[in-house]
């Protein structure tokens, strides 16, 4: 019975987790695709395969000097407070917006997660 129990609350989690990415995808959609392509641009850099990712770590985009001097990853808790307030994350970041709902950035970073 607790076996079953766990079982059930893991496919509930994982339906919950492809439910964030979906909503993220949407979100993406509208807020980010502009800008962040399959391929790097001028406008910004590619986001496939950013989760885990040195920050500011592609070679065939120019990060602002806050970006470049970021150490670490891009973990869910850097992407999420990069999300919340670019500005405040790396002053001097070409990021113009933000995506202001908790929710919609754990959605966003779920969806990140998925591209490759």
Known sequence: MIRTALA???ALSLGAGLAHAADGAKIFQLQCKTCHQAKSTPMGPSLAGVAGRKIAGLTDF???AGL???AGTWTDANLDAFLAGPAKFAAG???PASVAA???RTAVVAYLK???
């Open 8 to 10: 059930l609350a893991a």
């Open 62 to 64: 120019t990060y602002s």
């Open 68 to 70: 470049k001097a970021k």
């Open 93 to 95: 970041t070409k990021m």
């Open 102 to 104: 908790a929710a919609d």
């Open 114 to 116: 998925t591209l490759k």
